[in-house]
């Protein structure tokens, strides 16, 4: 099963690489991963997922909790949370094709931010779900270039993770 | 305030924290440092000849100690040679606080001379590590660094310091701080109370139980609440081959060690058992016999006690998890059945303990066959190193067939005593290891168990023992092969010695003359107890002991890869 792993974590030099060398080193497996500070510049929140079984994601956590720099983490997978991704798509857009993106960019309620004669470069926000299933609405032909962000994740409700 | 130089700081700091020795090697950029060490007589320093000695002697100070043992060494190279002794302490859990110079900072990452990126080399093997940015954080890294390596479960730490850190003409404010405190860790102090409660009941109701201790008994001091325990509740003791010492090794109620070569007494108890009290010990691979957990005590519930919660339930599932202290959490444990005030149903444990001894048989937990007297068993070697010091000494091994030997036959009474390299299984710990030892408790009788494989990959240390006056001895037991290849060779290779035979073998009592030591040869079984009690009342000389043991000699009981922990071969033509 896909976990979304959220992890408060030391803004220090070496500290993002401790955390990338752990899954290399005990053969976990890491899909996306996104870090970034957080308000208080001493913390940086990066969110990673990851598939397993329940006792290798088990042991991910409590791995990971023994990283020195590791300050707190939530497997967000385990309760109701809220998920996005960001996606910057190129696509081909001439003749019928350029109003068929548009409609669609429109569907899945995404943004053109650049326009050239022949390419629509749209920005997507969305569950990795959804931004799949754009890919594959306006066919995997008519894509040019994909960027995405990997998953950020937040608890819903009163739950947060902080120190 | 006082001013001191980062290099004062760095020796001062260590005083400090109150250490006495640090092992090393000096190179370029640990230079200033090595001025600021022979300016002052509060910390001493050991030379030895390869910094990879240099990390297991400090390990081998750490396990006979408890305290953190210290390296110091240059960069490139210098911090190179010592991967392999952190490594094995990572893997042993044993604390100790490496120091790696570092080319100065703004040569950082240009490929200067001797230049390591140490703290990338060394992080899947260290519990954390520090570079120092700033001359003024010293104290601080190292206070750090010796609190992360002795609390929770134990580990190396690195620090990394660019030379120009230890500039002399650099001064500064220093003070040590008395207490660090990291918001990102926090290891457990005690165990859940509930979750202990439901242990001690478990184990009151077990018709079949055993304790399996390991390593984390000796390295968090619970040897004694363990040992009562066990008593109270007439449990049968088994260790791992880093527990052992935990329990008394000459004891009734010890079984002897478990796993690949572990007693057949030992392995059937546990595969019998119908509650297994596991304590400071990770359900290795050498102990569960293989990677599969599926055919690992089919009837046994667990209860595991382990400071580290990333150990519980990685292998064979916990049914009763407790983290905590194994010492707190043993000493709550007999606190709770005290208060509980029943006792384990007397003809259960009866029937039980009937079972067991009835395995136990004579009472001989590691039979061998003594042969004919024409050539030296090496089991006897050991059984002869017991009686010879009484078993109390210190043992250090290598290893090998000789380690698993010194395992079974010198029946260790007392924690701290028995120092191996379990995990990552080092040749050339042993010796290196015993320096340490030795030097640390100077009246002590320190034996290096070892074969003539293994002593060579350490045995230029020999000169730093002729300096400091480290009377060591060594036990070679020396069969001309490497015994456990030649043995796994024997077994499922049709006994092809593919590069098993160690051919053009020194004259080992030369080589110790030629470094200054004492050399002795013993070939016939008659004379090995006389010759050994010669070497060993030579209190204050360095006795290399080169023992001709017989090389077709395997050791048993071995597991069979693939089956239970019952699955054992007995001898060359027994099995279970």
């Known amino acids: 099963m896909r976990h979304i792993i959220s992890v408060l974590l030391e803004n220090e030099p070496g500290a993002l690489s401790r955390v990338v060398g752990l899954f290399s080193q005990r053969n976990y497996n890491i899909e996306t991963l996104t870090v970034a500070p957080t308000e208080d510049p001493t913390l940086s929140r990066l969110t990673l997922t990851t598939v397993g079984q329940d006792e290798v994601i088990e042991q991910i956590t409590k791995n990971l909790n023994k990283l020195i720099e590791v300050v707190k983490l939530v497997n967000l997978s385990e309760g109701a949370h809220i998920e996005r991704e960001l996606m910057l798509i190129k696509v081909k857009a001439t003749g019928a094709q350029r109003a068929e993106v548009k409609r669609t960019t429109d569907i899945f309620r995404g943004q053109i931010v650049d326009v050239s004669a022949s390419v629509?470069?749209?920005?997507?926000?969305?569950?990795?779900?959804?931004?799949?299933?754009?890919?594959?609405?306006?066919?995997?032909?008519?894509?040019?270039?994909?960027?995405?962000t990997g998953v950020s994740g937040i608890a819903r409700g009163e739950k947060v993770l902080s120190i | 305030m006082e001013l001191l130089s980062g290099a004062e700081m760095v020796v001062r700091s260590l005083r400090d924290e109150g250490v006495k020795y640090i092992?090393?090697?000096?190179?370029?950029?640990?230079?200033?440092?090595?001025?600021?060490?022979?300016?002052?007589?509060?910390?001493?320093?050991?030379?030895?000849?390869?910094?990879?000695?240099?990390?297991?002697?400090?390990?081998?100070?750490?396990?006979?100690?408890?305290?953190?043992?210290?390296?110091?060494?240059?960069?490139?190279?210098?911090?190179?040679?010592?991967?392999?002794?952190?490594?094995?302490?990572?893997?042993?859990?044993?604390?100790?606080?490496?120091?790696?110079?570092?080319?100065?900072?703004?040569?950082?990452g240009s490929d200067a001379f001797q230049e390591t990126d140490m703290v990338g080399v060394s992080r899947p093997i260290v519990k954390h590590s520090f570079m120092v940015k700033d001359?003024?954080?010293?104290?601080?890294?190292?206070?750090?660094?010796?609190?992360?390596?002795?609390?929770?479960?134990?580990?190396?730490?690195?620090?990394?310091?660019?030379?120009?850190?230890?500039?002399?003409?650099?001064?500064f404010e220093y003070s040590y701080p008395k207490?660090?405190?990291?918001?990102?860790?926090?290891?457990?102090?005690?165990?859940?109370?509930?979750?202990?409660?439901?242990?001690?009941?478990?184990?009151?109701?077990?018709?079949?139980?055993v304790m399996y201790s390991g390593g984390g008994v000796i390295l968090g001091g619970a040897s004694r609440p363990l040992t009562e325990l066990a008593r109270a509740l007439n449990l049968p003791v088994t260790n791992t081959l880093m527990g052992l010492g935990a329990y008394p090794g000459t004891d009734r109620q010890f079984v002897g060690m478990l796993g690949m070569h572990g007693s057949y007494t030992a392995n059937l108890t546990m595969h019998h058992a119908d509650v297994i009290l596991a304590v400071g010990a990770r359900f290795d691979d050498r102990v569960i016999n293989g990677d599969d957990a599926s055919k690992f005590c089919p009837n046994a519930k667990v209860i595991h006690i382990d400071i580290d919660p990333a150990s519980i339930s990685k292998t064979v599932k916990a049914d009763i998890p407790i983290v905590g202290p194994v010492e707190s959490v043993l000493t709550d444990m007999l606190a709770i059945y005290k208060e509980m005030?029943?006792?384990?149903?007397?003809?259960?444990?009866?029937?039980?303990?009937?079972?067991?001894?009835?395995?136990?048989?004579?009472?001989?937990?590691?039979?061998?066959?003594?042969?004919?007297?024409?050539?030296?068993?090496?089991?006897?070697?050991?059984?002869?190193?017991?009686?010879?010091?009484?078993?109390?000494?210190?043992?250090?091994?290598?290893?090998?067939?000789?380690?698993?030997?010194?395992?079974?036959?010198?029946?260790?009474?007392?924690?701290?005593?028995?120092?191996?390299?379990?995990?990552?299984?080092?040749?050339?710990?042993?010796?290196?290891?015993?320096?340490?030892?030795?030097?640390?408790?100077?009246?002590?009788?320190?034996?290096?168990?070892?074969?003539?494989?293994?002593?060579?990959?350490?045995?230029?240390?020999?000169?730093?023992?002729?300096?400091?006056?480290?009377?060591?001895?060594?036990?070679?037991?020396?069969?001309?092969?490497?015994?456990?290849?030649?043995?796994?060779?024997?077994?499922?290779?049709?006994?092809?010695?593919?590069?098993?035979?160690?051919?053009?073998?020194?004259?080992?009592?030369?080589?110790?003359?030629?470094?200054?030591?004492?050399?002795?040869?013993?070939?016939?079984?008659?004379?090995?107890?006389?010759?050994?009690?010669?070497?060993?009342?030579?209190?204050?000389?360095?006795?290399?002991?080169?023992?001709?043991?017989?090389?077709?000699?395997?050791?048993?009981?071995?597991?069979?890869?693939?089956?239970?922990?019952?699955?054992?071969?007995?001898?060359?033509?027994?099995?279970?």
């Not at chain 2, 030379?47 to 490139?76: C, F, I, N, W």
């Not at chain 2, 601080?140 to 120009?164: N, T």
């Not at chain 2, 004919?372 to 059984?383: C, L, N, R, Y």
């Not at chain 2, 990552?424 to 030097?439: D, N, R, S, Y």
């Open chain 1, 120 to 148: 629509y470069t749209v920005q997507l926000t969305g569950t990795s779900d959804k931004l799949n299933s754009f890919i594959e609405a306006v066919g995997p032909t008519s894509v040019l270039e994909v960027v995405r």
């Open chain 2, 23 to 108: 092992y090393g090697y000096p190179g370029g950029a640990l230079l200033h440092i090595y001025d600021a060490i022979f300016r002052q007589d509060d910390v001493e320093h050991i030379l030895v000849r390869h910094e990879q000695a240099a990390a297991h002697m400090a390990d081998g100070y750490a396990r006979a100690t408890g305290k953190p043992g210290v390296v110091l060494v240059t960069s490139g190279p210098g911090a190179t040679n010592t991967v392999t002794g952190i490594a094995t302490a990572y893997m042993d859990s044993i604390p100790m606080v490496v120091i790696s110079g570092q080319v100065v900072s703004n040569m950082v």
């Open chain 2, 135 to 171: 001359p003024r954080e010293i104290p601080e890294i190292i206070k750090k660094a010796f609190y992360l390596a002795q609390s929770g479960r134990p580990g190396p730490v690195v620090i990394d310091i660019p030379k120009d850190m230890t500039n002399p003409a650099d001064k």
């Open chain 2, 179 to 209: 207490k660090v405190k990291l918001r990102s860790y926090n290891p457990a102090t005690r165990g859940h109370s509930g979750q202990i409660r439901k242990a001690v009941e478990m184990l009151l109701e077990a018709k079949r139980p």
């Open chain 2, 341 to 576: 005030g029943e006792s384990p149903d007397a003809d259960t444990q009866a029937s039980w303990w009937k079972q067991i001894d009835e395995w136990r048989g004579d009472g001989d937990l590691f039979p061998y066959d003594k042969g004919d007297g024409s050539i030296i068993k090496p089991q006897a070697v050991i059984e002869a190193l017991w009686e010879v010091t009484g078993g109390d000494a210190f043992i250090t091994s290598d290893v090998g067939q000789h380690q698993m030997f010194a395992a079974q036959y010198y029946r260790f009474d007392k924690p701290n005593r028995w120092i191996n390299s379990g995990g990552l299984g080092t040749m050339g710990f042993g010796f290196p290891a015993a320096m340490g030892v030795q030097q640390n408790f100077p009246d002590a009788t320190v034996a290096c168990v070892t074969g003539e494989g293994s002593i060579q990959m350490n045995i230029q240390e020999l000169s730093t023992c002729l300096q400091y006056d480290m009377p060591v001895k060594i036990v070679n037991l020396n069969n001309g092969a490497l015994g456990m290849v030649r043995q796994w060779q024997d077994m499922q290779y049709n006994s092809r010695y593919s590069h098993s035979y160690m051919e053009s073998l020194p004259d080992f009592v030369k080589l110790a003359e030629a470094y200054g030591h004492v050399g002795i040869r013993i070939t016939d079984p008659k004379e090995l107890k006389s010759k050994m009690a010669e070497a060993f009342a030579m209190k204050d000389r360095l006795v290399f002991l080169d023992i001709a043991v017989d090389t077709s000699e395997h050791v048993y009981p071995m597991q069979i890869r693939g089956g239970a922990m019952r699955d054992m071969w007995l001898s060359k033509t027994e099995r279970t």
